[in-house]
């Protein structure tokens, strides 16, 4: 059965999943950043999007929670107990906040802002989701500091019918990042 549950953990994968998307993008794309560099700001990223999704299902701050890891937040998460869910007999609607500040590892920000929208009524129903996360001045490695141009967009679309995954699964990933100084230029997203 397609619970609230399984379909939060679900969008938590998926998210995952897109955000790998940026390594690739910006690593094949443009020949002035190398692989690694691109795996890096990839795991800056993905960092915070986990960070803003277990805040998000834990509730408060994450300076305010010890750090467990999502998949731990998940299995524990009781979707009727979240704020922004509601559960009417056999129907969860959730519109689910997300907003996440945090530092980067050699200085500066990268913050994560947008909703987990879904509606699951026995079954079947539909998520839509869509992250905005901004680097500013996001050192991840030296040499190597990112911001948002404006900023990298995440959006996911899955259907259910029947408890069912219904495809197509739709994952967007637009915007884009800039980097420097060495090397420097910036890397259009739309994938």
């Not at 692989?35 to 299902?57: D, N, R």
């Not at 007999?89 to 996440?100: E, I, P, R, W």
């Not at 509606?119 to 190597?144: E, M, R």
């Not at 959006?155 to 967007?172: A, G, H, M, R, W």
Request: with cysteine.
């Amino acid at each position: 059965m397609v619970s609230a549950k399984r379909l939060l953990s679900l969008c938590a994968v998926l998210t995952a999943a897109a955000l790998l998307m940026l390594s690739n993008a910006c690593g094949s794309s443009n020949p002035s950043i190398s692989q690694a560099q691109a795996q890096a700001i990839s795991h800056e990223v993905i960092t915070a999007a986990e960070a803003a999704l277990t805040g998000a299902f834990a509730g408060g701050s994450a300076a305010e929670r010890a750090h467990p890891s999502l998949a731990t937040v998940v299995k524990d998460l009781q979707p009727d107990q979240l704020p922004g869910c509601t559960t009417t007999g056999t129907t969860t609607t959730c519109d689910l906040q997300v907003n996440y500040s945090g530092s980067c590892p050699d200085g500066g920000t990268i913050g994560v802002a947008g909703t987990l929208d879904f509606t699951l009524n026995s079954g079947s129903g539909s998520d839509a989701s869509t992250f905005k996360i901004t680097p500013t001045n996001c050192a991840v490695q030296s040499g190597l500091t990112i911001n948002g141009d404006p900023y990298v967009q995440l959006s996911t679309t899955v259907n259910f019918t029947n408890e069912q995954i219904k495809y197509p699964v739709t994952l967007d990933e637009t915007g884009g990042i800039s980097y420097g100084p060495n090397p420097s230029g910036s890397c259009t997203l739309n994938v």
